[in-house]
């Protein structure tokens, strides 16, 4: 069935000669098969004795893989690292690839979900850039950079899951000269935006996980807008760049004391802030 769920577990070796088993997710006599000596593997068909093995059009879970593998043009992986470690505590998240336990590599992604190590890792940190362009969801705990110079349109983080107080990032790369596009940030609760421009990218996070937002502006002239925070944000930071950057709190309907609960750091940089 073209439409079957599999997934895919390390169960044990390491890079270049790892074991894998897979099965079909969803049924009540799966198809199971046991591949050894692995070295890197792709999407495609999986074939058995009685009938072939392979995610099709429907979802593919891998969990712990350690080697490298090409998803293809399927749209949509799930990444399960809840039983593992990610390597050096960073999670890549780019256009083409995704990088933690192993490397996942994919030519049309829509959606990805990766579930984090649970226990959760300490510092574990997940950077997003490189003309990312699809919807990630991230489940568990995991300090989040956003290289708000490199995103493009369509690259939405939902972080979920958290339990231990971690932060955001969105850096606009103040050491990177030039000024092509002026840049901007808009904080709402739970929900930031931002544009580079000509794309425009969001991260969807729960405050009472990421206390403390950081935001490091361009050496263009940037502006930060600040509508609302929740009562559980702590603090929102705003690192001014070179050029002339507007920062702004509240809404014109309501007063910013009302809606604002976060306490608020500028570093006015070297422009007239």
């Known amino acids: ?7 895919c577990a390390n169960k044990g070796g390491s890079v270049g000669n790892e074991e894998l088993q897979c099965w079909e997710t969803d049924s009540s006599a799966p198809i199971i098969q046991t591949f050894s000596g692995v070295r890197s593997l792709q999407n495609g068909n999986r074939t058995s004795l009685r009938r072939d093995l392979k995610a099709g059009s ?9 080697s490298d593998y090409d998803h293809g043009s399927n749209p949509t992986i799930v990444l399960n690292y809840g039983p593992c470690r990610i390597n050096n505590g960073l999670l890549i998240i780019t ?27 300490d510092e574990l940190v997940t950077t997003v850039g490189n003309s990312c362009d699809a919807q990630w969801t991230l489940t568990g705990d995991t300090s989040i950079e956003i290289k708000g ?25 103040e050491l990177k000269a030039g000024c092509t596009n002026d840049y901007s940030v808009l904080v709402q609760d739970g929900l930031v935006t931002l544009n580079n421009g000509a794309t425009e990218a969001t991260v969807t996070f729960d405050s ?14 940037d502006v930060v807008k ?10 929102i930071s705003i690192y001014g760049g070179a050029g002339d950057d507007t920062v702004t709190l509240g ?12 306490n608020l750091i500028v570093y006015a940089g070297d422009g007239f802030d």
């Not at 994919?106 to 890792?121: D, H, N, R």
């Not at 995103?151 to 969105?170: E, F, M, Q, Y």
């Not at 600040?226 to 603090?235: D, G, K, N, R, V």
């Open 226 to 235: 600040i509508e609302t925070t929740s009562s559980a944000q702590e603090s």
């Open 58 to 66: 429907g979802s593919l879970l891998m969990e712990c893989i350690q």
């Open 95 to 121: 256009r083409t690839a995704i990088t933690g336990v192993g490397r996942t590599t994919f030519s049309s992604l829509a959606s990805g979900s990766v579930i984090l190590p649970t226990p959760p890792q």
């Open 251 to 262: 809404t014109v309907p309501g007063a910013f004391d009302a809606n604002i609960h976060a």
């Open 1 to 7: 069935d073209p439409s079957n769920n599999v997934t």
């Open 208 to 221: 009472s996980v990421f206390k403390d937002i950081n935001i490091i502006m361009s050496p263009c002239n």
């Open 149 to 173: 110079r490199e995103v493009n349109s369509g690259c939405k983080i939902i972080a979920t899951g958290g339990t231990r107080p971690v932060d955001l990032w969105i850096d606009f790369d």
